[in-house]
């Protein structure tokens, strides 16, 4: 049985990129924001903007997956 990929896999693929692109530049922006903090908030804040992109994921891919 051969199942093929709905709409929704093309849809939430463009999304993902769309998320990473967008989080990036929003990192980027803040890291000229924290630039002059202290290295432990530096550290922090590349910690949390490297982490934090991946929660918007899992409702994503969930519906994804979702069948109609």
Do not use: C, F, K
Request: hydrophobic share 60%.
């Amino acid at each position: 049985m051969r199942i093929e990929p709905s709409w929704r896999t093309g849809v939430g693929m463009a999304l993902i990129l769309l998320l990473i692109v967008g989080w990036s530049v929003l990192a980027v922006t803040g890291a000229a924001w924290v630039s002059g903090l202290p290295a432990l908030v530096q550290a922090l804040y590349y910690l949390l903007a490297g982490i934090a992109w991946i929660l918007p994921l899992r409702p994503l891919i969930r519906w994804m997956n979702r069948r109609d």
